[in-house]
């Protein structure tokens, strides 16, 4: 399963984005799909995931500001991101865990800066 990760870029502080992830193939059964942030030289975090019921969980960092969910085709996630701050500036990938599997996607950088 290969991800498609898209819709980073520059945004202003206090701004919005939405990135998208597709998966390339059904998904079947039950799976978590998520986003994480990484930054140069540091660890892979946690943003938020959500599993094929709908359940999510949100760093505290995030919370009350980003929203994540997924298609009616279950094999797309988003994040839509609110009042964004210059500290979520980071590269962030989408993820997708299937029956133990771990996959990623590319990455998309998302700049906050005015």
């Known amino acids: 399963v290969q991800l498609q990760a898209s819709g980073g870029g520059l945004v202003q502080p206090g701004g919005s984005r939405r990135l998208s992830c597709a998966a390339s193939a059904s998904i079947f059964g039950i799976s978590v799909m998520g986003w994480y942030r990484q930054a140069p030289g540091k660890q892979r975090k946690l943003v938020a995931t959500i599993t094929t019921g709908g359940s999510t969980n949100y760093a505290a960092s995030v919370k009350g500001r980003f929203t994540i969910s997924r298609g009616n085709a279950k094999n797309t996630v988003y994040l839509q991101m609110n009042s964004l701050k210059p500290e979520d500036t980071d590269v962030y990938y989408c993820?997708?865990?299937?029956?133990?599997?771990?996959?990623w996607g590319q990455g998309t950088l998302v700049t906050v800066s005015s």
């Open positions: 993820s997708l865990n299937l029956r133990g599997a771990q996959y």
